[in-house]
């Protein structure tokens, strides 16, 4: 998929040194396409802003499409809050084949039957909801001995891998027809929906992998509120800023704890703890009125230590 980007990306300013785009700071909601892969995503969405610099919030794999929240200037000293952040996912299942890496890319492995109705899938998927542990696939970005797992898997090595314990906090199924089943999941952090869809097909006794995965959900962000790199395309520069969500909507579960403007704001931004009557050890958005500063870490005295801080644009 190729995106419109500005005319001036990747010119050359009259000095001759490479153009670094702008100072942009705040939050993008992307819906990734399928067949790209997340850092194709993000840097496509950095040229169309101009951004100087740019990271995501953990990565989608290329098969996935949905919700990819990107991060700009100061956005991601941040962006590190929402990788434990619980996610949700629309994924479709091929029953009755199993494939080499557990999805559609990869050689199918074994091909059986397939006899599954209703009430048999909703017994399955009972087995799966709760805590449950995960053996991370080969087919991974994981990392052994400083390799990742699919470097191993191209290889034709398999390494042991130790199970995980992850959360399944919703799983229901909305479709099933041709061997295919549609099923929704609300998980936490590291789980793998592909591992889920193989298991679901041990469990009904026929294998199965998947098709297609669309994240609709990560932390407080949702898929309605995205926008794909073609309509980012489409928009004119002041609208795709006016997209951007601002820093602190990346940990709005903290709580929040302000400061007055002056020496105490001041204070935090230079890097030293100031009185602001937090828990120990909590972390908390800290603010100057309503200007945000970062994120501080309650001390035993009741003050805030700053641990992320926001440099303040400097005036053109």
């Not at 419109?4 to 153009?19: F, H, K, M």
């Not at 040229?47 to 990819?68: E, F, M, Y």
């Not at 087919?139 to 042991?160: C, F, I, N, Q, T």
């Not at 030293?272 to 009125?289: E, I, S, T, W």
């Amino acid at each position: 998929m190729t995106s419109e980007l500005p005319s001036g990306s990747g010119a050359r300013a009259s000095t001759g040194r490479r153009r670094r785009g702008e100072a942009i700071d705040g939050v993008l909601l992307l819906d990734k396409p399928q067949g790209m892969t997340s850092n194709a995503a993000l840097q496509s969405a950095k040229r169309l802003l101009d951004a100087a610099k740019a990271g995501h919030t953990g990565t989608l794999d290329p098969l996935a499409t949905g919700l990819l929240p990107l991060c700009f200037g100061e956005a991601t000293k941040f962006s590190g809050y929402l990788l434990d952040a619980d996610k949700a996912y629309t994924a479709r299942l091929k029953l009755g084949v199993r494939t080499t890496t557990g999805d559609a890319e990869g050689e199918a492995l074994a091909v059986r039957p397939v006899a599954v109705d209703a009430a048999g899938l909703d017994v399955a998927l009972e087995g799966f909801r709760g805590e449950i542990d995960q053996v991370p696939p080969m087919h991974s970005a994981l990392k052994r001995d400083g390799r990742p797992l699919y470097a191993y898997a191209r290889a034709g090595v398999e390494v042991e891998r130790d199970a995980r314990r992850v959360t399944i906090y919703d799983l229901a199924w909305r479709d099933l027809a041709n061997d295919e089943v549609t099923i929704d999941v609300t998980c936490s952090k590291g789980t793998y929906v592909r591992v889920l869809a193989e298991d679901i097909g041990t469990a009904l006794g026929c294998g199965a992998h998947l098709v297609a995965l669309r994240r609709t959900r990560i932390g407080p962000f949702r898929i309605e509120d995205s926008v794909d790199l073609d309509a980012l395309a489409d928009c004119e520069a002041a609208e795709r800023r006016r997209l951007l969500k601002p820093i602190d909507t990346l940990i709005g579960a903290l709580p929040a704890v302000r400061l007055a403007v002056g020496p105490a704001a001041d204070a935090f931004r230079r890097g030293q703890a100031v009185p602001a009557g937090a828990r120990p050890g909590d972390l908390v958005r800290v603010y100057a009125d309503t200007v945000f500063l970062g994120v501080g870490e309650g001390l035993p005295d009741a003050s805030v230590q700053p641990r992320r801080v926001v440099v303040p644009a400097r005036p053109s």
